[in-house]
């Protein structure tokens, strides 16, 4: 066999095509570059993006307001100046679309095709959701707290606004934060300056940008990025389970360097130290990860995280040896949960957290 | 005719489909979200980005420096800290990637699958690149001058780093800059940190990030980046003529609201004011936009820019009516050089400045 990155008519290209809106999708939004995982901190811009409608234009956080509205006792709105006065937190956070992955689940949804990497770390600074709606005091037969943003577009056929619901008692967590800065910054527009929601644990969805409206109601809310979307489905139709927490991965920054197009690996033989990143979204920690090599396991030093819902480094190191390897990584969290081998089935392609697989050729080049 | 927007099962897909390899270079690589044109300075991480290679990571610019070696008078390494002590240079410059527009250009290249996105403007700081060249005196036989970065990789099947080209000439133009800075802050990684080449006018392949070295040479450089891609060619073997400044192009900012998926808009009957900007890259400026509404043509107002590489604000008012549009924008430079209304053949897909076509559905809704 050639080498398939030094030759490049060798090279292998995969059957599956996607469509001009796929392709539209893919570079409107913004995946992380895998060797920026190095950094403790994605750094701006690197940071993983995924915005349904347009970026909102919001020229100044001054006039901004949130409307706590619906079953409060007391319903008020609050100036971005009222809660930059309240006591901030700063929380460093994983965030992970729930797309990510979907382009390996086949037949692939036609949507943003994401490959492995719709994940970033931030430090996002505000002040805890609890601490506002406190100010309001929901009603005692309030069952969730809705969501909403200001951004407005078309999905699922009907127009309508970003907005998406936590049921109270999650509402209430310490750690779900409506933030206006991140890595010690204001937002960035593309992020939802001025203000966001920030979950914790949950895939990317459930942080709302651009929050304009907190409402407290008493049923289950049915907006489109509700239940229209971001539910698991065994088929198109089915009602299904929604999408919430994010399941256990790891990610490895692939050795070596890359052939430009296809991203397959060259790497001179030897030992090789592998590192990465692994999370999962439990506010439980990551107890183990195996660097698979072939048929080899390497265990992996698995590194305590900074903070409950950030990511945490992981090193291995391998012998790399003259041929071709597919190395992947595969983690397990603290309550057994494990990523699996090949991506699990979901008619939209939610929640595919298989294992990673990188192509490397080593030779003494 | 039904809505296509409003009813997805009559959207109209593109039979135009790409590998698995350009959806991933898609992800990886950023285009600008078209709604940040509004911005005069695009928000951090919302620039374009393409890179060729791994992002390199250096930890400090402490122990950075620049070798200038080759046919030098007074060959030298400068260290970061000396660069930051010569007389500091802030442009507006709007860069734009060679490719964009390449997913057009039929049948298409297999690289990255521009549309019209890979464009952004920043203000970047820095030295201008003749006061480094006259520290190290140039010999008069140099005709070029080669710029290398760190940023290593495989393309046409050889293992290389990122290195262009300038002749002496160009180099000593007053506007060419070693950068340190971009929007007030140090270079994002991404974006070249510590330290790149500012090339404005030219396509971003000429600048040059991750900047170490600086060659002083007396023949035309041969290296992959510089003739081995980033030539317009008629046919793959070609010898073909190098990419070199951008050409005349405009871009409007959607109106409306965009269905997800096919990023088609959704507009309400009326006048709407249309944005947009407009660029060239001789350092001459846009003396005409047309915004184009089907047969009608409607003479737009263009804005002088702040800067002599920076682009140009325009607007122009159009009267919605209800049914389908397409909307689409030509600009025409001091020159008289003008966008075509289709794309001109490239092999690679590079230069394409074919007018954007943007589909509007017009309704009360």
């Known amino acids: 066999m050639k080498n398939p990155i030094l030759n490049p008519v060798a090279k292998q290209h995969s059957n599956n095509t996607f469509t001009a809106d796929e392709v539209g999708l893919a570079n409107r939004n913004s995946g992380t570059l895998l060797e920026t995982l190095r950094h403790d901190v994605t750094p701006v811009g690197a940071h993983y993006l995924l915005n349904h409608f347009d970026i909102p234009y919001v020229e100044s956080a001054d006039n901004w307001t ?4 619906g079953l409060f006792q007391k319903p008020q709105s ?6 930059q006065g309240l006591a901030p937190q700063t929380q460093r956070v994983t965030l992970e679309c729930a797309g990510n992955g979907r382009r390996h689940v086949q037949p692939h949804w036609p949507s943003q095709p994401w490959s492995v990497e719709a994940v970033g ?25 809705v969501f ?9 056929g009907a127009v309508h606004h970003f907005a998406r619901s936590l049921t109270i008692e999650n509402s209430m967590l310490d750690e779900v934060m409506l933030a206006y800065a991140m890595n010690g910054q204001p937002l960035l527009p593309q992020h939802g300056f001025p203000l966001r929601l920030i979950v914790p644990g949950w895939y990317g969805m459930a942080s709302v940008k651009w929050l304009n409206k907190i409402e407290a109601i008493d049923y289950a809310f049915q907006g489109h990025q ?14 299904g389970t929604p999408v919430s927490k994010i399941r256990v991965r790891s990610l490895l920054i692939p050795p070596g360097i890359p052939d430009w197009s296809t991203r397959q690996r060259l790497i001179r033989p030897g030992i090789t130290n592998i590192i990465g990143r692994a999370w999962c979204g439990g506010g439980t920690a990551v107890a183990r990860v195996e660097l698979l090599a072939g048929e080899r396991s390497i265990e992996a030093t698995v590194h305590p995280s900074s903070d409950r819902f950030a990511w945490q480094l992981w090193e291995a190191q391998w012998e790399a040896t003259e041929g071709q390897h597919i190395l992947s990584c595969r983690a397990t969290d603290a309550n057994g949960n494990q990523q699996p081998l090949e991506p699990r089935w979901d008619a939209a392609g939610f929640g595919n957290n298989a294992v990673q697989q990188v192509e490397v050729w080593c030779e003494d080049y």
Chains 1, 2 share one sequence.
């Not at 949130?66 to 509205?69: A, G, K, T, V, W």
């Not at 609050?78 to 809660?83: D, G, H, P, R, V």
């Not at 770390?121 to 707290?145: F, M, N, Q, R, Y």
């Not at 979307?229 to 089915?238: A, F, G, I, N």
Request: charged share 25%.
């Open 226 to 239: 509700q239940v229209g979307t971001y539910v698991y489905r065994d088929k198109k139709d089915d009602h």
């Open 66 to 69: 949130i409307e706590l509205s």
């Open 121 to 145: 770390t931030a430090d996002w600074t505000g002040v805890s959701l609890k601490s506002v709606l406190e100010l309001a005091e929901p009603e005692a037969h309030c069952s969730e707290i």
């Open 78 to 83: 609050i100036s971005f100046a009222q809660l």
């Open 148 to 156: 909403h943003g200001t951004d407005t577009g078309v999905d699922g």
